[in-house]
């Protein structure tokens, strides 16, 4: 079945391919870098099509005011900023790109491992400010330590085989993936009460569902060793800030590397205590910033839009978050 997409908006900063590639099959595209809510709702109805980053809030209030709306293509993995359930109670497919961004943000999550265990960036800080303070910054190996990734999807998988090339020993959980499966990465599959009381290291990769909201808490960390260290490059909400900043002003936590926050920008006071914490290195959602991974989430996004309004333009697959097309 073919959709009839004439024509698409699309917001931050997607990749100026995406544009091109719906261009070369005569659908007409207006891009926004940013726009205001209120300038979303007066924009978004003469449009077949949204395409959206992480930064847009597609609420249900977008999707009403999106009269012609047949699509929301989120040009990345998560779709939390996007309200699925009105989408298809309306009949709207959302899409999205999940191996897009996988190198990229397995990338940061191994630099962001490395970083905090030799504490890099409190070094280059000192160094700059005139302090020779080598003995202030020492850190650890991770050869023959165990890192625990909890969700084993893309990039979860390619951080493992990333890391057990560092000499780590790798365990982790995935309800949807198999012993076997895990073995190919070099991965040790644990269930969750095996894997607390034995990773050095433990980095998120799910995506934020109800049930995986604040799912490390204060809990999860009295079960961990002491000293641990927590790697965050998925979604704002897996972690309990409160819990986590009591982690770390008690030791149970070592250190902490967070890419991604509940609220992108921060304003919460105890956001930004916990950035500001000495034993914090964060980012500002950094995960699927390079060139390659833009480039890649425009071309899969842009060609799933055509082969929605010409069927088999493209190769490449429908990634479906509804199940409007499934059916």
Known sequence: MALNIGSVLILDGVGQNCEEILAQNGIYSTNMVKITEEELLRTVSVYDALVVRSATQVTKEVLDA???LKVVARAGAGVDNIDVAAAADKGICVINAPGANAVSACE????????????IVPAVTALREGRWERSLCTGTEVNDRTLAIIGLGRVGREVGMR???????????????SMQQCESFHCTKMELDEIWPLADYITLHTPLIE?????????????????????????????NEQDLLDALNSGQVSGAAIDVFEQEPPTDPLTWEIIRHP???????????????????????????VNLAKPGT????LAEVTNIFKK
């Open 163 to 177: 890391m057990h090339a560092f000499g780590m020993k790798i365990i982790g959980y995935d309800p949807f993936v």
């Open 279 to 305: 034993a914090v290195l964060a980012t500002p959602h950094l995960g699927a910033s390079t060139k390659e991974a833009q480039s890649r989430v425009g071309q899969e996004i842009a060609e799933q839009l």
């Open 108 to 119: 940061l999550t191994c630099g962001l491992i490395m970083s905090i265990t030799r504490r």
């Open 211 to 239: 049930s995986t909201r604040n799912f490390i808490n204060a809990d999860v960390f009295k079960r961990c060793k002491k000293g641990v260290k927590i790697i965050n490059v998925a979604r704002g909400g897996l972690i």
């Open 314 to 317: 493209y190769s490449t697959p």
């Open 66 to 68: 999106g009269k012609e």
